[in-house]
């Protein structure tokens, strides 16, 4: 046991250490107001999620099935953007407690390998593929400088190991702190949608920790893009104009909207916390909004083919209306055919949509 707890420690100040920090490469994707460029150029990425890539069985605990990278990454047009999950508990070995970098490593390598672009999310709202604990007020108060039961560093290290060994990928796109934060309570510990309780200092917490993490990535990666994870839809931090006030964080350069249950419909959503009002906040702070996860149910309820057709329907809307890029929910290899799920496997028709719309700019081989 002692032997395992001083290897872990030593895994854990070599990963985060200097003699391990690459220094940053040069940005490829940045921002021109409301829209996003890639090389300089104006673009607009359509692209797929896929939180499953650092899966490895042989090391970590994993999180969902594990991906065939070169197979997955050669799939795809060039330069096309994929967000995956990029958590400490991903970088741990399940045996021994110990950091191992090895699964991450290996997806910025196989996206380098083929020209790809990824944005990795290095904690989730909701605690899954980590300790399977919800993230409510307090964490992002002061609990993500604290080492949480169950991990094996605090989040603030994780932000600093992550960047210091990974902004010198050329596949780096951006930076995201948490996937859809929201800064929620929850009574007697039942974190349940309809049990959650919202403070009234809710969005201050918010902005305050998207102010003070994002700080720590600037002074590690000054020139790379930050995204918010936010879903958009009226969650506690960011309801109604509490997304704008949240939006407008110096550490905040790309917005999000997370868009489901509103198949066919471009912009979905009320006037309080819709699409298109998200769309206006994100003008009002010269911003781009990058709708990041669009899902839509197929399988057993509904054709692929039927789906794609929906899920282009929306994205020329979206397009339209001043979105800054789509990405798709979500890439799986072990797709359920029978059952009705946001399963997008290899050879999807949606892989289609992703070669022909919209055009980019030309890029280096």
């Not at 309801?239 to 868009?259: F, I, K, W």
């Not at 990041?292 to 899920?311: F, K, N, P, V, W």
């Amino acid at each position: 046991m002692c032997i395992t707890l001083v290897l872990a420690a030593v895994a854990v100040m070599t990963g985060s250490g200097a003699a391990n920090a690459a220094p940053p490469a040069p940005a490829r994707v940045g921002t021109d107001g409301t829209g996003l460029t890639l090389d300089g150029q104006p673009w607009w990425p359509l692209g797929l999620n896929a939180y499953q890539l650092a899966t490895n069985w042989s090391i970590n605990r994993g999180c969902g099935a594990q991906v065939d990278l070169d197979a997955y990454f050669s799939s795809l047009p060039r330069t096309t953007i994929t967000r995956f999950n990029a958590f400490s508990a991903l970088a741990t070995d399940k045996y021994t407690g110990a950091v191992d970098f090895a699964p991450i490593d290996a997806v910025f390598a196989a996206a380098e390998r083929h020209g790809q672009l990824v944005i990795p999310v290095l904690a989730a709202q909701d605690g899954a593929c980590e300790n399977d604990v919800f993230k409510q007020r307090d964490w992002y108060s002061t609990g993500w400088q604290q080492t949480a039961t169950g991990m094996t560093m605090s989040f603030a290290d994780w932000v600093d190991t992550a960047v210091e060994r990974w902004r010198g990928s050329p596949a780096l796109a951006a930076w995201e702190l948490v996937g859809e934060p929201e800064t929620s309570v929850c009574p007697g510990g039942n974190c349940d949608f309809a049990n959650r309780v919202c403070p009234s200092d809710a969005a201050a917490v918010l902005r305050t920790f998207m102010d003070q993490a994002g700080d720590r990535v600037r002074a590690l990666d000054p020139d790379r893009l930050i995204t918010a994870g936010l879903t958009g839809g009226g969650q506690c931090g960011t309801q109604g104009d509490e997304y704008q006030h949240v939006g407008a964080s110096p550490n905040v350069d790309v917005l999000q909207y997370h868009d489901y249950y509103a198949d066919g419909i471009p912009l979905p959503g009320d006037q309080w916390n819709g699409l298109a009002r998200r769309i206006e906040q994100a003008e009002a702070v010269d911003k781009p909004l990058l709708v990041a996860e669009i899902g839509q149910s197929a399988g057993g309820c509904l054709s692929y083919a039927q789906r794609a057709a929906d899920i282009e329907t929306k994205i020329v809307g979206q397009h339209a209306a001043g979105t800054a890029g789509a990405l798709l929910w979500s890439f799986v290899p072990d797709p359920r055919p029978t059952e009705c799920t946001f399963d997008i496997g290899p050879g999807d028709p949606l892989f289609d949509l992703l070669a022909d719309f919209p055009p980019g700019p030309s890029t280096a081989p």
